[in-house]
């Protein structure tokens, strides 16, 4: 069954029934991404739906105030959680913290550390990963975290950022009960998105970090992480050598 004739089905079956505007199109929005995620949507499927009527069609959202397309929708920066401190055992400032976000249950926070002197001289920056769970101690993740080091081939957007000093930005994804957050920041002046299997996630100006859950088996090879300049270009963040944490 084609898309729009699935469409007036659903608009036929639900007309007497008082729902919220355009329900049939989020459900159609929500099936083709679904299907982009290999989950197959039958017309069988479809049918029991239908037959479900109004008790059913209002769950077909995203769940948890979710975007479309799977994942939950962004979230701004968190608090530092009490008890993070950096490698020489002092509580972190302000100035030390690149980024902090809820991720699942638990709390990231990437703090800035001293690249090596070849990351140095090549324009690199670094910084340590720390994850405080809701219940628990915060542990360190990843004691060095190189990024900013590269672009993707051919982006002379990516290059020419790069080479002003201000960084490109850092992403992070955190697995974490089964599912996948993306953690981002970028400087100050930029805007960021996430794209997953083809699904867009904008978060916006991050440059204290943001975060989304998205929908995606390989991190690497399946999410992108994009940031716009306030003239319009638009680069990659490139991922880091071990940016995608699996404890």
């Known amino acids: 069954m084609r898309d729009h004739e699935v469409t007036r089905l659903l608009d036929h079956a639900v007309a007497s029934v008082e729902l919220p505007p355009g329900l049939a199109q989020r ?3 929500g099936s083709r991404a679904r299907r982009r995620r290999r989950l197959l949507l039958s017309g069988g499927a479809v049918a029991v739906v239908v037959a479900a009527g109004a008790l059913v069609l209002p769950q077909l959202g995203p769940a948890d105030g979710g975007s479309e397309g799977g994942g939950v929708g962004p979230s701004a920066a968190a608090d530092v959680p009490a008890g993070i401190v950096g490698l020489d055992g002092r509580p972190v400032t302000p100035a030390q913290v690149v980024a ?10 990437l703090i800035r550390s001293e690249p090596r002197a070849g990351e140095r001289a090549a324009g690199g920056q670094a910084l340590e990963v720390l994850v405080a769970p809701d219940a628990g101690e915060p542990r360190r993740l990843l004691d060095h975290l190189s990024y900013d080091l590269a672009c993707v081939d051919g982006d002379v957007v990516c290059a020419s950022v790069r080479s002003t000093g201000s960084g490109l930005g850092v992403a992070v994804a955190r697995r974490s009960g089964g599912r ?15 794209v997953a299997n083809g699904v867009p996630h904008p978060l916006g100006a991050a440059p204290r970090g943001a975060v989304v859950e998205v929908v995606a088996a390989e991190p ?22 071990g940016a995608v944490l699996i404890d």
């Open 100 to 109: 902090v976000g809820r991720v699942g249950t638990e709390t990231l926070v």
């Open 27 to 29: 459900v159609m929005v």
């Open 220 to 241: 690497y090879e399946e999410v992108q992480v994009w940031a716009s300049t306030e003239d319009g270009r638009r680069y990659q963040i490139p991922w880091a050598p």
């Open 180 to 194: 996948l957050y993306v953690l981002v920041q970028a400087p100050p002046g930029r805007t960021v998105e996430v």
